[in-house]
């Protein structure tokens, strides 16, 4: 009954490969997360989407893509993988952010080798 | 001047003391605030939001100063499993996304409580 759940939890791969990270929501939430947490534990958000539209498109580099089939689903998809890539990469949900926050995935560990 | 900015500790307090912790933020036009809790190598989760009267928890009491812009957290009878990083949040900002519901995370105050 987990209620933000993202697959792998780990993730350790070459560096130019493509990878994709899966995130499911059963809160019946309209907005879905992705954020980067780095090394030196910043949270910064990449992308959301509420509803199947890209609501928020941070600078990230177009490397990432994002990729909703239907509101409880928010993938992440990242081609060419580099070193500098590697993060915590976390997905959240919210059903109104300014009374409840966001309720966040466990994250999946991303490293580039 | 950052967007939400903590003291990154680490605060290292005895087991019962009362600690407290300060954050600012830049965005006068922010409406809502939080504070998270992160342990280790798991997820960040909300600990509670940060009302402008002030709310309190349990232990844990949240005020919002608007005039200054910061807000705090204070910790009464501190356990060893208050043990974590506190993140202070903030929704709106520059690096928050613009869009209605981004929250914007500062980097987080590491509490260690010691027995």
């Known amino acids: 009954d987990t209620a933000v759940s993202q697959t792998p939890k780990y993730l350790v791969t070459q560096m130019g490969n493509d990878k994709s990270i899966k995130c499911e929501q059963n809160?019946?939430?309209?907005?879905m997360y992705w954020y980067k947490q780095d090394s030196k534990k910043f949270l910064k958000i990449m992308f959301s989407y509420n509803n199947k539209e890209l609501i928020i498109n941070e600078t990230v580099p177009n490397r990432f893509s994002p990729k909703s089939p239907d509101k409880a689903h928010l993938n992440l998809h990242i081609n060419s993988l580099e070193l500098g890539d590697s993060a915590v990469y976390f997905c959240a949900s919210s059903q109104d952010a300014a009374l409840y926050g966001y309720t966040f995935g466990s994250g999946t560990r991303l490293t580039v080798v | 001047r950052k967007e939400v900015e903590q003291d990154p500790g680490p605060f290292n307090v005895p087991e019962g003391a009362t600690v407290a912790f300060n954050c600012t933020y830049s965005n006068s036009a922010s409406q809502s605030f939080f504070w998270y809790r992160q342990d280790c190598r798991k997820e960040p989760k909300l600990l509670m939001s940060v009302y402008s009267s002030g709310n309190e928890d349990g232990r844990f009491t949240a005020q919002l100063n608007r005039a200054s812009q910061y807000i705090s957290l204070l910790i009464r009878d501190s356990k060893l499993s208050d043990s974590a990083t506190y993140l202070c949040v903030v929704k709106g900002g520059m690096y928050s996304g613009g869009g209605a519901d981004g929250l914007t995370f500062g980097k987080g105050t590491h509490l260690i409580i010691q027995p």
């Open positions: 809160l019946g939430h309209d907005t």
